[in-house]
Nanobody, 126 residues
Framework: QVQLVESGGGSVQAGGSLRLSCAAS????????MGWFRQAPGKEREGVAA????????YYADSVKGRFTISQDNPENTLTLQMNSLKPGDTAMYYC???????????????????WGQGTQVTVSS
C-alpha cells in the first residue's frame, strides 16, 4: 500500500554532516505522520525526529535537538533529515517510518507506525 525508500547514508568524521532522504510511494494520501528512527547493534529502536504531514509540526529527541532538522517536501512526497555536527553516538541504521494516524505525544513509539523503509547506514568516526 505504501512504500518507503531511504537514501543518503554513509560514513563521515565527527563534526561532519549528512542528509538522509525518504521517498514515499503508493497510496500516501492516508499518511498523517512520518518519522526517523535509528537502531545500533544490541540497542532498541530509537525515535530521532518526526513530523506531521498535514500540520508540519516537528518533534525531536533531546539527543539530536539543535543538530538535526526534519522537513517534508509534499509535492515530491519526500521526507528529509539534515544531520549536522555528527557524533560517534549517532552511528546506527536509520529507518524512515509512516503512520496513518496523528501520533503527537506517542511519536517516538515505533509500534505506532504502520510502514517502514529498509534502512540506511550512518557511521560516524572519531
Amino acid at each position: 500500500q505504501v512504500q518507503l525508500v531511504e537514501s543518503g547514508g554513509g560514513s563521515v568524521q565527527a563534526g561532519g554532516s549528512l542528509r538522509l532522504s525518504c521517498a514515499a510511494s503508493g497510496y500516501i494520501f492516508g499518511i498523517y505522520f512520518m518519522g526517523w528512527f535509528r537502531q545500533a547493534p544490541g540497542k532498541e529502536r530509537e525515535g530521532v525526529a518526526a513530523i506531521s504531514t498535514v500540520g508540519g509540526r516537528p518533534y525531536y529527541a533531546d539527543s539530536v535537538k539543535g543538530r538535526f532538522t526534519i522537513s517534508q517536501d509534499n509535492p515530491e512526497n519526500t521526507l528529509t533529515l539534515q544531520m549536522n555536527s555528527l557524533k560517534p553516538g549517532d552511528t546506527a541504521m536509520y529507518y524512515c517510518a509512516a503512520s496513518v494516524v496523528l501520533l503527537d505525544g506517542t511519536w517516538s513509539d515505533p509500534d505506532k507506525y504502520n510502514y517502514w523503509g529498509q534502512g540506511t547506514q550512518v557511521t560516524v568516526s572519531s
